[in-house]
């Protein structure tokens, strides 16, 4: 310091000393947090509290909080919302049903199981556009496989997407085909993690299946399985790419959840004041529902302790 301090070192060798080497390898990675995503929240989150159009010229305007107002006050966001809770509270259920038969079947050894496993896994590792472009052409009425098999019961053509029940169903289906490979692998953890001997104590004791289930099997499964509902809930609850694809939020707007509005909002209205508004609207409540999440784990520790 003294040398930099006299012009001997200069300000690289000030720079470079040992003990602010630390700081200055993790500079250029909080360098781009910073531009990457600190910035851009800041600035949207500022944009909501004025009046602003990315497709005006204007100069934009102090609101407050009547874009907020707006978005809350307005019906087509709460059926938008409607319409993302029956997806996700549909979506995640099956994703655990699914999940938790796939991990009790997986928890036992039988041939080629890890072969199995692989392909079982296959449907999480595929991005989400492909996951949609598959399933829209399996319920393509014309030639799709779905349509197909299902009008050997009817005379005419079965529409998979050509009403509002089917078209949710076909999403729910396609999102839970993709992600129950992922609530297995938790609770698949779970499962062999219990102990083999209090299964060998319970079947001297002579206790039921669903007393050595209720008993041994789900306490050492039922953190892991609330984490998988946290998990999947937040994730669907976001929504967009699968729906977008499979039905561009119709027939109508029937299946329009709110990530699609929200980007309806932004990038085809440019009404951008207002899709930040409901954007952080968004957050707030993933926010809640983590915030619950470990409120719950943690009272259930204090509970065990």
């Known amino acids: 310091m003294a040398d930099a301090a006299n012009g001997k070192g200069g300000f690289g060798a000030w720079l470079l000393d040992p003990k602010r080497r630390g700081a200055l390898l993790v500079t250029p990675a909080i360098t781009i947090l910073f531009v990457m995503n600190i910035f851009p929240l800041l600035w949207s989150f500022g944009l909501s509290f004025f009046n602003y159009k990315a497709s005006s010229l204007r100069v934009p305007t102090f609101r407050g909080l009547s874009n907020y107002e707006r978005v809350l006050t307005d019906e087509k966001v709460w059926e938008r919302f409607q319409t993302t809770a029956i997806i996700v509270g549909s979506s995640v259920l099956l994703q655990l049903i699914v999940g938790f038969l796939l991990a009790l079947m997986f928890a036992k050894a039988f041939p080629m199981r890890r072969i199995v496993l692989m392909l079982v896994l296959t449907p999480m590792m ?7 472009v598959f399933f829209k052409l399996f319920y393509e009425p014309t030639f799709g496989i779905v349509s197909y098999l299902l009008s050997n019961f009817s005379e005419d053509r079965f529409v998979v997407m050509g009403s509002p ?15 129950s490979p992922f609530v297995m692998l938790l609770v698949l953890a779970g499962l062999v993690s219990v102990p083999k001997y209090l299964y060998e104590a319970a079947e001297i004791d002579r206790a039921s299946a669903w007393r050595r289930f209720w008993t041994i099997t789900f306490p050492y499964i039922k953190s892991l399985l609330l984490l998988a509902v946290l998990f999947r809930t937040i994730e669907t609850f976001k929504l967009f790419d699968i729906v977008y694809i ?8 029937s299946t329009e959840t709110i990530a699609v509005y929200l980007y309806r909002t932004a990038f085809q209205f440019f009404q951008t004041s207002q899709s930040s508004a409901l954007a ?14 470990l409120y719950t784990v943690n009272r259930r520790a204090e509970e065990v302790g």
């Not at 029940?165 to 992600?179: K, L, R, S």
């Open 126 to 132: 595929l991005s989400f556009v492909s996951v949609g």
């Open 165 to 179: 029940a089917g078209a949710i169903a076909g999403i729910v289906i396609a999102d839970a085909w993709m992600w």
């Open 246 to 253: 499979i039905t561009e939020g119709g027939p109508g707007s």
């Open 280 to 293: 952080y609207i968004v957050l707030f409540i993933v926010v809640v529902m983590t915030n619950l999440y």
